[in-house]
């Protein structure tokens, strides 16, 4: 989780820098950064509690997971990629919301 706490929200910023010259604003980093930190913070809850409880701090640790797809599939992080007339941030932009969906959606199996 220490690797993480340093790597997920880097990849928030990633995000937010290649949107920049379309347009990004720091809510879209906030809200991004937001749910990186609970996604982090209740899986390691999840995995420090007694058993009992891990099913649902891994159900907010979800719960972080899905703010962070839904901005970058649905909210403004999605909107400002497709307005962008740059090639390169569009290429950038698909290539690094892939990994999140797919690369986070496999990682707990």
């Avoid at 989780?1 to 906030?30: H, N, Q, R």
């Amino acid at each position: 989780y220490i690797d993480w706490t340093l790597t997920v929200p880097l990849m928030c910023i990633e995000y937010y820098l290649i949107l920049k010259p379309a347009g990004a604003k720091g809510g879209m980093l906030s809200r991004l950064i937001f749910g990186s930190v609970v996604m982090l913070v209740a899986g390691y809850i999840g995995e420090a509690v007694v058993p009992a409880q891990n099913v649902l701090w891994g159900i907010i640790s979800t719960l972080g997971w899905a703010v962070i797809i839904y901005e970058i599939y649905v909210g403004e992080a999605s909107k400002l990629a497709a307005a962008s007339t740059s090639e390169a941030v569009k290429s950038g932009y698909n290539v690094m919301r892939w990994f999140t969906l797919v690369g986070w959606a496999i990682y707990p199996v």
